[in-house]
C-alpha cells in the first residue's frame, strides 16, 4: 500500500502518517523540507520524487506512507519559486496507473495555521486545492484533523 499525505504547513500531516503507520503497518517517508524553497533544488526534488515512483512502478517499493510528495513540490515551486514544476504533473500520471492513496489534510481554520507558521499560508493552501482537484489519482480523500478516523475507515473498506 502506498499513501501521500499533503497539505500546507500546521494542519497534522505527520500525526495522521503516524496513525496509517500504525494502523497499516506502514513505513514513514518524511520529505526533507530544505530544499523546497531553493530555485537550484528543484532538479533534486524532481528527481528524488522520479526515483521513487520508479521504484514503485518496478514494485520495489511498497507499504509506506508519503509525508509531503509531489503536490508539495509542485506547490512550493509555483508559489515560492515562481515556477510551474510541470514534472509533478506527470508524476502524479503515472502515479494514476498505481495502486495509491492521495489524502489532502487541510486546515480547519487557515489563520490559526498561518499564526502557527509565522507566515500566510493562503497561496499554498490554493494552490494544494488545486492540484488535489486536477489530481488523476483516483483513490484520493481530504480530512482535517478532526476527520482522520473517517478517512482511515474509508481506506479499511477500499483494501
Do not use: A
Request: charged letters at 30%; a neutral charge; proline letters at 1%.
Amino acid at each position: 500500500m502506498i499513501i501521500i499525505v499533503d497539505g500546507i504547513d500546521k494542519v497534522g500531516k505527520t500525526t495522521l502518517c503516524k496513525l496509517l503507520s500504525k494502523e497499516f503497518g506502514l513505513n514513514i517517508s518524511k520529505d526533507d523540507t530544505r530544499y523546497f524553497g531553493s530555485h537550484s533544488n528543484i532538479d533534486i526534488n524532481t528527481e528524488k520524487d522520479n526515483t521513487f515512483v520508479n521504484l514503485i512502478e518496478q514494485g520495489c517499493l511498497d507499504n509506506v506512507v508519503f509525508d509531503r510528495f509531489h503536490m508539495t513540490e509542485y506547490v512550493y515551486s509555483k508559489v515560492e519559486r515562481g515556477k510551474e514544476n510541470k514534472y509533478m504533473l506527470d508524476i502524479d500520471e503515472r502515479l494514476s496507473k498505481q495502486d495509491v492513496i492521495m489524502i489532502l489534510v487541510f486546515p480547519v481554520d487557515i489563520n490559526w495555521s498561518s499564526r502557527m507558521h509565522g507566515s500566510d499560508l493562503s497561496p499554498y493552501q490554493k494552490e494544494f486545492e488545486m492540484f488535489y482537484k486536477n489530481s488523476k489519482i483516483k483513490k484520493k480523500y481530504r480530512c482535517t484533523h478532526v476527520t482522520y478516523d473517517v478517512v482511515l475507515n474509508q481506506i479499511k473498506r477500499e483494501i
